[in-house]
């Protein structure tokens, strides 16, 4: 262990065999097991419990109670050597729970710069991408994938093995148990499933997304969910006119790669819903 510029609170426990980097702070009363290893920076604040094969990024900012890289919640699981892998500049706030992998993946992985509020929980095999952001008590199941720039939805439960595409957004006491296509906003009423109620326009303008791709994918999101024939018919027609423009492609991309859950479908066009670029009937 390298103790070279970092405070470690005397009633904090570290393991010997732990690794730390520059200018890392250590609170009171945490754990710090003997396979962790914390980048330059990493901070926590006290009460923090890190366990397994477990590192955690540059300048990351933990908060008192939460639990990391501590063992899947899977009758399978036999103590195997999975890891758990947190990125940089993350800020991961009281009682949130990460699980390590289970040899079926072997791995759960947080990217950089996600925001993790007050019991969040994030299962075993998960991945999650760059800037995401769970709200309190969001909740992803075993082996979810979650992509760049999705906001989840305060107490949003996602069922195991359902995949959350870039800059989806999923509302609060949301059910989602099918796969939300990126740029989607899947909502459920009073904890019921969810289903996609448009388009997250707001948060592609803040992404940088230009009008025309905005405008390519409405256009592609009106043929898959409101255009003639079957799904897989509107499917083949999005890809042929959208394929390869580079924003709508991203959805036709993660339509073509389905894995274990079905698309989520969209609510029926009633009525307007702001921001979302979805639209009446008949306009």
């Known amino acids: 262990m390298s103790s070279r510029a970092t405070e470690v609170h005397p009633l904090a426990y570290v393991s010997p065999a732990s690794r730390l980097g520059q200018g890392v702070r250590i609170g009171p009363f945490c754990t ?18 890190i366990d397994g094969i477990t590192t955690i990024g540059a300048r990351t900012v933990v908060h ?70 769970f709200a309190n008590a969001a909740t992803i199941g075993g082996h979810v994938k979650v992509g760049d720039f999705v906001f989840l939805g305060g107490l949003c439960a996602v069922h195991q093995f359902t995949r959350i595409g ?19 906003m899947a909502f459920g009423a ?11 326009v707001v948060g592609m303008k803040r992404r940088g997304l230009s009008r025309d791709d905005v405008r390519q994918v409405r256009a592609c999101y009106e043929t898959l969910f409101y255009g003639a024939g079957t799904f897989a018919e509107r499917v083949a027609d999005a890809t042929a006119a959208y394929a390869d423009h580079p924003a709508a492609g991203r959805l036709i991309a993660f339509i ?28």
């Not at 710090?32 to 419990?49: F, M, Q, R």
């Not at 949301?174 to 989607?184: A, H, L, Q, R």
């Not at 009633?270 to 009937?281: E, Q």
């Open 256 to 283: 073509a790669a389905e894995e274990k859950r079905p698309i989520m479908m969209a609510a029926p066009k009633k009525t307007r819903v702001a921001g979302t670029g979805t639209a009446p009937a008949d306009e």
């Open 166 to 184: 870039d800059f989806a957004m999923v509302g609060g006491v949301t059910g989602v148990k099918d796969d939300v296509i990126p740029y989607g």
């Open 64 to 133: 008192p109670f939460a639990s990391l890289g501590t063992p899947p919640q899977d009758l399978s699981y036999m103590g195997e050597p999975t890891t758990t892998a947190i990125g940089e500049d993350c800020v991961i706030r009281e009682s949130v729970t990460v699980n390590r992998g289970t040899p079926k993946s072997g791995a759960t992985v947080i990217g950089d710069r996600c925001f993790l509020m007050a019991y969040a929980h994030v299962a075993h095999d998960c991945r999650v991408g760059n800037n995401v952001i």
């Open 32 to 49: 710090v097991g003997a396979d962790v290893t914390l980048g330059d920076g990493v901070e926590l604040i006290s009460h923090v419990n």
């Open 190 to 200: 009073n904890g019921t499933s969810g289903e996609l109620i448009g388009l997250n």
